[in-house]
């Protein structure tokens, strides 16, 4: 089960009603100081439990008298076999009651909801009212609240699908030392991590004996510590963690080749980055947590850029297997390498826009707005990336961002350190590779294999001057054995692009048009992919003319879907394999 979207009504800054849509694994919620990002997070805490207080409600809505969190969750196969299982238990035990009892009701519910669920819906939506009710939601209408005494097994199992949410604060609170009082009130989760981590967690009314016994423990419990710790954090490759009895209390410290010292004579950022370990090994029990939501709000508060890069890197590790949601106003924990999971959060005063808001695109036009909002200009991030690879727009980038993560293991990519340059930032573009160039870094092109592509390598050539012998430049029909003119558009697997414009149609245009994806496969032999189907949709009268197809939003949705490890001899697999190549970027 992951969380697809949170419709939030009258909750602290959102004024009136807002929808939340994130993604699978990581969601980045970007903006400025106080426009409601904290505020998005800390809804999610309530899909598992919790009460609102008074202070939550927002004072200028006019919609509902309490907030209100509608969750979207997605099944998969797993989910929606238990489910059934336990609508079908709960039915048994209800058996045929008389009309008009309360069992009769709920029995007609549960029914409806077994209907609803009979075939492959991917969706259920659980509301969270201010007066604390659970309900799920189904059908027109339909409505079961939960937990329920008439219905066992379906609150058992929603009490055991829906995945386990843990908040991290931002924090740098590592303690020197504390008591065994402390710990059991958990005032301290940094040190409470410390000892999970060294093995003595549950020895830890030993550790605080003061015989030979617990000495030994310290001893063996610093070594394990610093055996862990230096698997898991580069940073700490060359640190030691030994433990000792100070009064009643354990005291903690860290030894380097050039200081021994405590925890608190350390950075903020040293802090700052060891705390996030430790508190989510003691929220999860493991450094490698598995099926949580993990919500981290502004996790890089004290780090350095490098340090921020660090951890961004660390968060997409954890999301591989965890469902990861961060609220910051950094830059640097932006993921370029997947900005469909960017979302801008803005505050707006007027009748129109009062509250939070959210910009699900930051990026192409509204570049503007993301710059705006952090206070940044183009000129603050004049520290050029050691590889960059340039496109010709937005949906470009997204393409090839989506399908290096979805082969990084098959072409052994570093992501780390790869950086796309798209040139719907026109304005921005030409500083940007004189810049490149002059710093003598690397700067490969990739243009489409048409006449605009010819173009934008012609114009690339231009504004690098005496300097474009540097740039390579990648011949997209030679790279994927293509004669006609080419678009990346045209490299992508043909299902996935299908099913990109079947939700682009229903979705965002909200037509009702049944799209045949023969006829628009059958054009693309003799024209681009992309051109074909905006001629289609145009006869069709779903959009005014050819060149209202949206290519950014249809790459934005085809990122989201679920998407496959293309063959070997995909023309889009051998693209990436060429850019992974030209960048240098192989492990």
């Not at 009643?248 to 060891?274: C, H, M, Q, Y």
């Not at 830059?331 to 939070?356: A, E, H, Q």
């Not at 979805?406 to 992501?415: G, N, S």
């Not at 990648?474 to 996935?496: F, G, H, K, Q």
Request: hydrophobic share 40%; net charge neutral.
């Amino acid at each position: 089960m992951r969380l697809a979207e949170i419709d939030v009504e009258a909750y602290r800054s959102i004024a009136n009603r807002l929808t939340v849509r994130v993604q699978d694994e990581v969601t980045c919620f970007i903006g400025a100081n106080e426009s409601g990002k904290s505020n998005i997070l800390h809804t999610i805490p309530f899909l598992k439990d919790g009460e609102f207080s008074e202070f939550d409600r927002n004072s200028s809505s006019t919609s509902s008298r309490h907030p209100r969190l509608t969750f979207t969750v997605r099944l998969n196969a797993t989910d929606r076999r238990y489910l059934l299982s336990a609508l079908d238990s709960d039915l048994e035990s209800l058996g045929e009651p008389a009309p008009d009892t309360a069992e009769f009701k709920t029995h007609r519910a549960v029914s409806g909801l077994r209907k609803h669920y009979a075939g492959k819906r991917g969706r259920l939506q659980l509301q969270v009212t201010g007066a604390n009710v659970r309900q799920i939601l189904f059908g027109k209408g339909g409505r079961i609240p939960l937990p329920n005494p008439r219905l066992p097994e379906m609150s058992k199992w929603i009490n055991t699908a829906v995945p386990q949410v843990v908040l991290f604060e931002a924090s740098d609170d590592l303690a020197d030392k504390i008591s065994l009082a402390n710990l059991e009130a958990r005032t301290n989760l940094p040190f409470e991590g410390l000892l999970k981590l060294a093995g003595v967690w549950d020895r830890r009314d030993e550790l605080f004996s003061g015989d030979l016994n617990a000495h030994r423990l310290h001893d063996v419990a610093g070594k394990t510590l610093t055996r862990k710790l230096r698997q898991k954090w580069t940073q700490g490759s060359r640190l030691h963690f030994q433990f000792h009895a100070s009064g009643n209390e354990i005291a903690v410290r860290i030894k380097d080749p050039v200081t021994f010292d405590a925890p608190s004579f350390r950075s903020l950022g040293f802090r700052s980055f060891l705390s996030f370990y430790l508190t989510l090994f003691a929220e999860t029990e493991e450094l490698d947590p598995e099926g949580f939501i993990l919500l981290f709000d502004e996790p890089g508060l004290h780090l350095h850029p490098q340090g921020q890069k660090d951890l961004l890197r660390e968060l997409r590790n954890l999301g591989t297997k965890n469902q990861v949601l961060y609220a910051t106003h950094s830059p640097f924990l932006i993921d370029r390498n997947d900005l469909p999971s960017v979302l801008l959060v803005t505050k707006g005063t007027t009748k129109k826009d009062r509250g939070t808001q959210i910009t699900y695109k930051p990026y192409g036009d509204n570049w503007r707005k993301l710059t705006d909002a952090l206070g940044i200009v183009p000129a603050d991030a004049f520290f050029p990336p050691d590889r960059t690879l340039v496109v010709e727009g937005s949906s470009d980038r997204i393409y090839l961002t989506t399908f290096i993560r979805l082969l990084a293991d098959e072409l052994k990519a570093d992501l780390n350190f790869l950086s796309i340059l798209d040139a719907d930032r026109r304005d921005e573009l030409p500083g940007f590779v004189r810049m490149l160039v002059a710093a003598g870094r690397e700067v490969v092109v990739a243009a489409d294999g048409d006449k605009g592509g010819q173009d934008f390598e012609k114009y690339v050539r231009r504004i690098a001057g005496g300097k474009r012998s540097q740039i390579v430049f990648l011949d997209m029909r030679e790279t994927t054995n293509r004669n006609a003119e080419t678009s990346i558009e045209d490299l992508v697997p043909v299902e996935p692009w299908c099913r990109a414009i079947d939700e682009y149609v229903a979705g965002v245009l909200g037509s009702e048009h049944e799209v045949k994806h023969d006829t628009i496969m059958d054009a693309s032999a003799t024209e681009r992919r992309v051109d074909a189907t905006g001629r289609y949709l145009a006869d069709a009268q779903v959009i005014e003319y050819p060149s209202k197809l949206s290519k950014t939003t249809v790459a934005h949705l085809l990122a989201e879907g679920d998407l496959v490890v293309p063959d070997r001899d995909a023309p889009i697999y051998r693209l990436c394999q060429a850019v992974v190549k030209a960048l240098k970027i192989a492990r």
